[in-house]
Every structure is written in structure tokens, then in C-alpha cells.
């Protein structure tokens, strides 16, 4: 260990003799020239650097433009492990790979990659500060870009003073250890067979470490890596907490002061920061408000009261740019506008202006095209003929920026002692058979509709048409551990709960006979959370269906929304047909799960008897 890396990591406060080592392993492993410890007040010097650099462009006062390498512009699902030393840890989605070789070729492969770079030490917390799942939510990252930790600095709270006193007095395992190394990505060969890049949890270690990418779930580890996937396996080894890919929102009836909290998980694409942010309908605008928590993540817990609690691990938003505008969501606009702080990565920039454009942001492209660069930094204006059609941003280009930036954050949103979780929706984008919305009232049957959650493939490589990919508990890419024992640890932590929440499904794609949407989306989604209010309060009954409860067409409330009874029907429909051709599907999909809960196979059996099976 140099003098210096002591001396550097004690000044800014990173006394724990444990840090100390990880910190001196890695960077004298990657060589890099000088370590850096960074906390939340570095952040305008940073931006400063970052400009000065050319890393960043700026976009009109106090935004961000960030441009990646052209093939580094998403998460790498077939590049990401999860990594133990116990092969019984290996499940079907996990790519659960050995601990000790997955580390090997890491270090092998990142020996030296730093060299003459600045590596920044980022202590960091994934947690509401003083949460009692706070002790599961500290970590350092190491990283070699500046730009990931602009990024981290929006998204977590990020600096030694939230690592408490553990930072000089705690054990060496109070934190999680993060590498991220980008290396050289001309040279990483990307999606052939020599593929360089891997990122890698360490789950039993607690350890992560990601080579070869500067994107977002790449390269904050903090996020995707931490707060989802080790969480997730520290969640269920230490009994105490359920981590998953949920959006979290609370709705306030300002006549009656009542509040309801409503989380759960959407596959990637089917609104799920959408929904988080929502305005009420502006029929009902008057009576209710939606209240921000999270559009990404939650940490659930059993509470001492016997309720179910829940956290947004986050401190930003990382969103989708793509059709975000004033109609599908004000607030995330509002959350980006100048002065915000925020970094947009891979969207299109016009480097005269400084004007930012995405796809849906404006039905129409700007038709002043002079100055305007797509994603690639290619100008428009030299586009050739075939190449007029293809867009000028990223179909997954973002946006980050803090939450303070969403006016619709709840009050209690830093609340330590979290909020009760009153209902708990999954909801895909599919065309026919899953009706606007469904409750559920069994543990076991909810748990069962999370397993079976999936979205319609989009496109022919994804899967074949008219089916569901699969994607449990929207938790597919971060599953940590083995299926089964995933739905076990649900059953467990709600079990025993003394008030279930309510499950539900929701559905806002259903197509009518010529292909049209017949439900209108957005806003007017609030309607089917508030009939699950009312459905949980006993203010309604709906009507039993063999996979749920529906609301009669009279519960659901229409004021203010032109929809015909006919399409009404259609929407609370259930297609009994196509949900016995589901059911096949779904006993395919469940068992290639070792070891699924007998409830968990009785639910299934339940839902096909009353198909009829
Ligand atoms: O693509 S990211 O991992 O950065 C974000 C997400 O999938 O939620
Ligand atoms: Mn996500």
C-alpha cells in the first residue's frame, strides 16, 4: 500500500482498515496512476472537469450531454454473472458461474487496465440514510470514469459521511466492495465469441466487480448490480428482505386524507417511471394526488406491526428518454429541465443550440436540422437517403437526475421507518386475455402471477409471437439466486406478515379488433389502482373469475373518461380460450424451476382447475 493511497483514503475520512486494503489491491492491480475519493460536494467541480475534458457537452444551462461508444449503449445480460462458491446457487436466469474463475479471468483481464488513469473512490449508500436495512446498503465503488461518477452522484447518496460509523470502527464486511474498470472499448470485442467484457457478483462475497462497459447498469454498481442483484441474495440469506425491480407510488384521497401505497414490477418498456410520476386523471385531479417514491427499485421488509414496509434504495432517476414528453409524463419534463443537473447519454444534440431531441419528445423531429448530431454525433444534415429513416437518438438513451428534481416526491420518501405496502401489481404489455385489471387475494396465487409475469416478445428474435416472455417479477436479469428458492423466500417474509397486501395484475395494452389500444393509458391508469383501493377497503366487491377479481363496470370509475360499454367489456373480460392456451405455456415455463413451492404448484393447479382444466 502507498503512503498516499493511506494518506488520501484517511484525509477524506475512509479510516475502516478494510477499505484501506481494498482500495490499495485494486488500484495497484489496475495501475492506475492516483485514487480519488469523491463525495456529493465534488459534484460541480466534477461537472467542471467532465466539461473541460469534453466527456461531457453541455445542454443549455445546467444539463449534460454524454455521448457513449457506439456499442456500449445497454446492459449486456449474456455478459452478466452471478458468481458464488456453491453450485447449488446456480438457477436458470442467475448464469451462476464459480466464484474463484469468474474472479481469476477478471483480474486477469483487468491487470493493468487503469494504468495512468485517475481511479475514483465512491463510498455510497443504497438505502434511506438510518433505514434498518441501511446495514445492507453501504458500499465502495471503484471506477475509472468520471462520467459514471457524475452519474453514481445523482442516483446514490454518495460520500463517506453516509457510510456512518462503520467507516472507522466497523467490521470488514460492513460494506460492499465495487470494481468498475471500462477498459479499452474499441477492443472488447463485443458480441463474439472472444467477448472481453463481463460483469460479475460476487454474491457470497458481497464483492462486484464489472469489466468492459461505462453504461449505466454496467457501471453504477450502486444500482442494478448492488441494490438489485446482491441485494436480492443478501436479502434472502439473511432472511430479512425482499429487493426487487419495483416502482413505488403513493395515492393520496385529499377528501378523506387516505393513502395508499401501491409497488410492483413491469418488464423493461411497459411504464413503469410512467406510472411512478403520474398526475391524476384530470377529472379526478381535484380529489386525488400521486405521490413519487421510486420507478425502479424497492426494499420490502416485514414491520413491526405486522404490515409489509418499502423503500426506494435510489436517490435519482435513470430513465428512458424515449416518448418522454408533457403529455406521457410532466413531471419527468419538469424533472430534466434546465438547471436539473441532469446527464443525457445517447439522445441526439445540437451542438450550435445545445438542444437536446429524442424520439417522442416532439411528434415531429426539428426541422431546423442545422447543428443537430444524432446519438453517434453524426450530423444530421449529412444523413444519406437510406439512412433518413433511422433515428437520431438511442431507442435507449437516458436521462439522470436526482429526485429532488420530481416535484411529486413524497414527504416520506426519506422516511427511515419506509411506508406499508397496501397492494403490489405486475403488469406486461400484451394485446388480448389479461384484463385491465385483476386482483388477487391468496399469498400464494399473488406469488404465482409475479412467477408467470412476462411481456409479449416484440420482435421475432425475441421470441415467437403471441407468447409471453417470461420475466418473473420483472426480476429476470437480477435474479441472484435459484427460482424456486426465490419464491420460497416471498412465501416466507409475507407469510408472515399479520396484513397481506393485495396482489393485482394490470394490464393497460389490451388491443381492440382493428389493432387500437382500447384502454387510453397514462394518466387514466390511476382509475384501476383506485378500484383496488376501494377493492381493499371493502368499498367494492367485483366479480370473481377463476384467475381474480374484477370490477363490475360499475366500480370502476368513469367520470370524466369516453369509453364505450362494449370496449368496457372487452377490457374486464376474461378470454377464457386464451387463458388455457396461457396455462400450457406457463407449466412450460414453471418447470424449469428446481425446487418450486408446493403452494406455489397448488396455486397453478387452482387457476387451471377453474379454467376448466
Ligand atoms: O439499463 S439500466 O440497468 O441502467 C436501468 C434499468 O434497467 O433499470
Ligand atoms: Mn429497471
Redesign the pocket.
Known sequence: MTSTTTETLTAAGLLNPAIHAFVADWAGHTRSARIEVVGSGDDGRLIDEALEAGELLPAGPGRYYARSHEKDT??SEERTVVATSNPKDAGVYNNWQPAAETLDTLRERMSGAAEGKTLYVVPYLMAVPSTKLAPYAAGVQLTDDRTVVLHMMRMARVGAEYLGEAVATGDTDFFVRAVHITGNLDEMQHGTPGDQRLFATIADERLIVHYGSA????A?LG??AHALRLASYDGRASGAFLAE?FMLLGIVDTVTGEKTHVCGGFP?ASGKTNLAMTLAPEALGDRYRVEFYGD?IAWMWPGDDGRLYAMNPENGV?GVAKDTNEATNPAAMRSIGPGSGTIFTNVAYNEITQDVWWEGLTPEPPTELVGWLDWRGRPITERQAAEKAEPWAHP?S?FATPLTNVESVAGDAADPAGVPVDIIIFGGRTRDREPLVRAITDLAEGVYDGLTLGAEATFAAEGVDGQLRYDPMSMRPFLAYPEGDYAEHWLTVLGALKHQPLFAHVNWFQRGPAGEYLWPGYRENLRALLWLADLKAGRATGRETPVGTVPTPDELGLTGLPISRSELESLLTIDTPRWIEEIAHREAHLAQFAGLPQPIRDAHARVARGLGL
Open positions: 445497454a446492459r453504461y449505466g447498469g454496467n453504477m444500482k442494478i425491480q423493461s425502479d435513470f435507449n437516458r
